[in-house]
């Protein structure tokens, strides 16, 4: 006789793991880290070179990239937004340097001061958006 194991509780389980599915769709998802990566897209724009103006009028926050940023992009996750300068040559030049021009960063400063924040606040507005799906 083989012997079987009976799990109680599986089919909460699997209604809250469906509500969790549900609750964080793409179109929750986008607009709660859209909003939570504008300050460091402000920072961004704040920081970058004002020759112009062409390099911080670039900086946007969006699930869209441009082909070539596209083409050199891996995706990892099926929701992914987006944040920094658009594809601009001087953007990388303003980043990085090169034998001309000493490095002026704007993008890894303004992430590094602001990933943290924008991360646990996604969390926390994810964790709500569960929370009032299972109410409904």
Do not use: C, W
């Amino acid at each position: 006789m083989r012997p079987s194991i009976r799990i109680e509780g599986t089919d909460a389980i699997v209604r809250n793991l469906r509500a969790m599915a549900k609750a964080l769709p793409a179109d929750v998802l986008v607009p709660i880290i859209s909003e939570e990566l504008e300050p460091m897209a402000d920072d961004m724009r704040a920081h970058a070179a004002r020759a112009s103006g062409q390099l911080a009028d670039s900086v946007t926050v969006g699930t869209q990239l441009s082909p070539a940023q596209a083409a050199a992009v891996v995706p990892i996750a099926e929701v992914e937004v987006y944040a920094g300068p658009g594809p601009l040559p001087q953007a990388i030049q303003e980043e990085f340097g090169n034998f001309r021009q000493d490095a002026r960063p704007f993008i890894r400063p303004s992430f590094d001061g602001n990933v943290d924040k924008a991360v646990k606040n996604v969390a926390t507005r994810g964790v709500d958006a569960i929370l009032e799906a299972g109410e409904g």
